[in-house]
């Protein structure tokens, strides 16, 4: 009997722990990071990241982020690339929102709209969703980066 006992409990164990590992749960949501290219140090000191409720044509403000040094940091992923990090959501694009990143320096604007994420499911806690298109400035693309340029 004791022998019984012990092996349901054994197999009740195995089986919590094998079904535990194989359950699935929607990924995380994408986000694409800001990537400059051909800018200089000087032309990205300060940016302003502002996010738009989706499909408002950048009519209504969600909220907005004075990127500097105090709160934003540049790692420089190349000779002429700039990836832009921080803290703050801003500081990535998502398919929840539109967004405009604005360039004081240069006077130069770029609008991020349309943006599509792939919806999937995986491992919990573990996998995220990839940014598969968005248009900027207009334009459509299909890519999980977003590059701009002065």
Do not use: W
Not at 2 to 21: D, E, G, P, Q, Y
Not at 45 to 57: A, E, H, L, S, W
Not at 123 to 133: E, K, W
Request: contains cysteine.
């Amino acid at each position: 009997m004791r022998f019984l006992a012990k092996f349901f409990i054994v197999f009740f164990v195995v089986a919590t722990m094998h079904l535990s590992c194989t359950r699935t749960c929607p990924c995380a949501p994408a986000a694409m990071p800001i990537v400059l290219v051909s800018f200089t140090a000087a032309q990205v000191d300060t940016i302003i990241v502002r996010r738009f409720i989706k499909g408002t044509n950048f009519q209504i403000l969600k909220d907005t982020l004075l990127a500097d040094s105090t709160n934003f940091f540049n790692i420089t992923t190349g000779k002429d690339t700039i990836q832009l990090a921080s803290g703050s959501p801003l500081a990535h694009i998502s398919s929840q929102f539109d967004f405009e990143i604005y360039f004081p320096s240069m006077n130069l604007l770029s609008q991020i709209s349309a943006v599509a994420e792939e919806s999937k499911e995986g491992a919990c806690g573990r996998c995220v969703n990839f940014i598969t298109s968005y248009n900027k400035d207009g334009k459509s693309y299909v890519s999980h980066e977003l590059y701009l340029s002065p």
